[in-house]
């Protein structure tokens, strides 16, 4: 039997100290990469990356061309804000 394993692969009872050192200290090492990467995770930089890819991949396709519905509802906006504006300008020199 080899020192590298864990207490669940063998009973307690008959394992050798070795054995329960060695499985104690995988299960630590395991334990700290599980936190390294929530600490990763949770950190400003990786965050706002995150949401930087998340808006791209909404408006641009994996080879860089932009997605034409994006484009068409970034024009359909403009044209709405554009036609909102001059209705409420033309609005107010009536009255």
Known sequence: MTDNVYTSDVTVD??????LAESIRLREERIADNIDELVGRIRP????TRAVNKAKSG?????GSP?????AL????VLGVAALVVGL????KRG
């Open 14 to 19: 008959k394992a050798t100290p070795a054995q």
């Open 45 to 48: 930089k990786v965050i706002a």
């Open 59 to 63: 408006v641009v396709e994996e080879d």
């Open 67 to 71: 997605k034409t519905e994006a484009v």
């Open 74 to 77: 970034g024009a359909g906006l």
């Open 89 to 92: 300008s033309g609005r107010n």
